[in-house]
């Protein structure tokens, strides 16, 4: 029996709540891993917000490559990786981009006491939007497998 996820059950996966580790090359470095909040709908693409002058930021680039990671950190252990290309970077927009990401991640209520904390006073122009197209997937769900227990 194999442990790998259909291509419905990765979506789907990738879509849930989870917080990702995103993955880009720095020369002269080793890779910078970083934690990262982000937005999947099956079948599209995948967005993440940053700040404009931050190091993720500095290093990435429209056609550069980049892995997320995410997983299940419960029992049975799941997890998603995927890998692809940046296919565009443009100035994030607070209510196409913030707001939902912190509703994703935090509920309404939260979400909007984080952006309203998190937007006050700052540049309108200090985050973009991120946008990458998914091409390889390495995915496990060990709930597939028989291991006795």
Partial sequence: MTTRMTREEREAFLAGVHVG??????????PLAIPVWYRYAPGGEIHL??????????LL???????????????PYKYVSVEGPVIAIDPSDLERDE???A????GCERGDHYIASASD?????AMI?????????LTVDYSKEDVGL
Wanted: charged share 35%; net charge positive.
């Fill in 21 to 30: 580790v995103l993955s880009l090359g720095e020369p002269g470095r080793g």
């Fill in 49 to 58: 917000v940053t700040e404009r002058g931050s190091r993720k930021a500095r």
């Fill in 61 to 75: 680039a429209v056609g550069r490559r980049i892995s997320l990671c995410v997983q299940d950190e419960a029992p």
């Fill in 99 to 101: 707001r939902p990401l």
């Fill in 103 to 106: 509703h994703h991640y935090l």
């Fill in 121 to 125: 006073g700052r540049d309108p122009d």
């Fill in 129 to 137: 939007r991120v946008r990458m197209r998914p091409e390889r997937w």
